[in-house]
């Protein structure tokens, strides 16, 4: 029993110095690396769930890059996902303004329009998103058949009050999806 004791702790020792500190202290930061973009933490928040911390890296990226439209709906997506519709709303518009050909931008503001209950924009939105992205992305698809499928049902959807979530499915490209 003892010998196998002996060969399981030999074997756990490691025979180079060098690959070991000499402090208890984790390493320290590497500053000659180029730091992540606050778009691209921004993002990775957002599909984490984590609206506020995204809206805050979203916040910072705009003080290094401006206010480009990738920032715009980064910042409107985030307050929407945090329900803060009136806050989002304005970002989301002026991104499409500033990028009228990108379809995530129109695909998230039709999101909005949903959320909001204005079904006969959102189908308009959804559609210039769903010929924008020539079909390719199926979010966008998804979120069309969703708004087609309330605009034609008006009656049952005052009806029912369903929960719905905001999902990421891409860079920028966010679908609502049902709360089970």
Known sequence: MAIVAAVTVASCTKDDATALPDTPFPP?????????SGVEVGQRLMAAGEYELALDSFTRAALDEGMTPEILTGIGTANLGLGRFGQAE??????VDDAPDWPEAWNN??????EKG????A???????YALDNGESD???????IALAKSENVVNNEQLQEEYKLVQRGQGDFVIRKTP
């Open 118 to 121: 204005e079904l006969a924009e």
């Open 28 to 36: 320290g930061v590497d500053h000659r690396k180029e730091a992540v």
């Open 90 to 95: 304005p970002m989301l518009r002026r991104a």
């Open 123 to 129: 189908k308009q939105v959804f559609q210039k998103a």
């Open 109 to 114: 503001l039709g999101v909005l329009l949903m």
């Open 139 to 145: 979010s966008i698809r998804d979120n069309l058949r």
